[in-house]
């Protein structure tokens, strides 16, 4: 069975895309995470033909798994794309094509294109901040602050891990887990937590 695109984030013609927004693509069946590479896939501005550069990495079907099963790829620019300007999301078929566990490859190549807005991941993952909004990363409240795009938020979701969840064979000393929310968690003792760190210490 040949492998083909089943579903796609952020969706075709999507509007008020987040500027950093994760790309997501997920296929008919099962992929090799080894087998994943930056040619397989491209994001570029329409206008000036851009090549966004960003990370590209496997999505687990569901967090730590151990039998190296993934369900599609996921691109997280390292730059913020422009606002208000149209992208095309190109997923190559071969011979630039990802390879699914059997070895298969998708034929031809899977085109669509999305539209950015305005708002943007801050550094420590709060949700729909515009472009030029300067916030406090502890004490954000979102129903509190002016202009920010509440209706692009639906869900609460892990932003960004260090190690990265595509890094393997991890060399030197790794002193620390951080994991990113893209919104805040409140504690027991009532403060506001956007990143856990948990130390080498505490998982060796």
């Known amino acids: 069975m040949n492998l083909k695109v089943l579903d796609h984030f952020p969706r075709i013609n999507q ?10 693509v ?9 087998s994943i590479r930056y040619d397989n896939l491209s994001i ?4 000036s ?4 550069v960003g990370d590209l990495g496997p999505i687990w079907l569901s967090g730590i798994n151990l039998s190296g099963v993934t369900s599609g790829i996921a691109f997280i620019p390292t730059l913020k794309m422009l606002p208000n300007t149209e992208y095309s999301v190109t997923v190559f078929g071969t011979p630039n094509s990802v390879l699914g566990k059997d070895g298969s490859q998708m034929v031809d190549s899977y085109q669509y294109t999305f539209v950015t807005g305005t708002g943007y991941y801050d550094s420590v993952g709060n949700i729909g901040v515009p472009s030029g909004v300067t916030v406090d990363p502890v004490d954000i409240n979102l129903s509190g602050i002016t202009n920010v795009e509440e209706d692009s938020i639906t869900s609460f979701q892990v932003y960004s891990t260090n190690p990265k969840n ?9 002193s620390e887990i951080n994991i990113v929310f893209t ?6 003792s009532g403060f506001l937590l956007s990143n856990i ?7 060796l």
């Open 15 to 24: 509007s008020d895309v987040f500027l950093n927004e994760t790309v997501k």
């Open 26 to 34: 997920y296929f008919n069946q099962p992929i090799d995470q080894n």
């Open 44 to 47: 570029n501005d329409n206008y």
């Open 49 to 52: 033909f851009a090549t966004v």
């Open 166 to 174: 595509q890094t393997s064979n991890i060399s030197g000393n790794l």
């Open 183 to 188: 919104g805040n968690i409140m504690t027991s």
């Open 197 to 203: 760190t948990i130390e080498e210490k505490d998982v």
